[in-house]
């Protein structure tokens, strides 16, 4: 139990309670046990943590691009373009933030086009290995694959319809390997990262999709 004793503006602590006085009403204050401190407990190690780390540095200037294969399902083809930015870094630990544009192409479903934005964190296991993973939201944009729309009119006759697609909330978790060849220019670093991603709606609910990310990306400037 936490209470103030608070006349006109100023608090007193007494150590065991607080309470209001406004004039002359007293007004014990209860506070939800647990409550609030439990929420902010839950943001202290991740704000905190770098700051135990050696050798940590602000890099405003550190940004990437690259490039992967993207394969939904495991198997339908697709690719990725990627712009990323380090917005924390130690000699251990890097906060990143990416943005992503690609596409990909299950034969006889459907094409899907999406952008998304990406936050994560990239931990060094061992040298120039790394354990890296993301929460990203984004917009897809999917199509019919192989075939064409058709729609049935108010006296049943079907008729041909153009597709201009259906909009969905793509929300994602992603996690993987990467390995940096820090001795070549641009310090290229390889990744795998399979990665969950939801189809939001779909069918008038929504579709769980998993797909796997190949590829690398490379230091812009010095």
């Not at 100023?10 to 007293?26: L, Q, R, V, Y």
């Not at 439990?38 to 704000?47: M, R, T, V």
């Amino acid at each position: 139990m936490i209470s103030f004793y608070l006349y006109k503006r100023t608090i007193i602590w007494t150590g065991k309670n607080f309470a209001h006085f406004e004039g002359m009403i007293f007004l014990p204050v209860r506070q939800k046990k647990n409550f609030m401190a439990g929420k902010i407990l839950l943001f202290i190690p991740w704000l905190l943590a770098p700051q135990f780390l050696p050798g940590q540095s602000i890099s405003s200037n550190s940004a990437r691009m690259g490039a992967s294969y993207f394969s939904e399902g495991g198997l339908n083809p697709g690719f990725i373009l990627t712009y990323e930015r380090s917005l924390l870094t130690s000699h251990r630990f890097e906060i990143v933030a990416a943005a992503k544009g690609g596409a990909y192409f299950h034969y006889q479903n459907q094409t899907g086009i999406f952008l998304m934005i990406q936050s994560g964190q990239r931990i060094r296991l061992y040298r120039s290995l790394f354990f890296e993973h993301y929460l990203g939201i984004g917009y897809l944009h999917t199509f019919l694959n192989g075939g064409d729309a058709y729609y049935v009119d108010s006296i049943g006759k079907i008729h041909k319809s153009y597709d201009t697609g259906n909009p969905h909330f793509m929300p994602s978790i992603s996690f993987g390997l990467s390995y940096v060849m820090q001795e070549l220019k641009g310090q290229p670093r390889l990744f795998i990262k399979p990665i969950i991603f939801w189809q939001i709606p779909f069918n008038e609910t929504s579709l769980v999709q998993y797909g796997l990310e190949i590829g690398g990306i490379i230091k812009l400037g010095p």
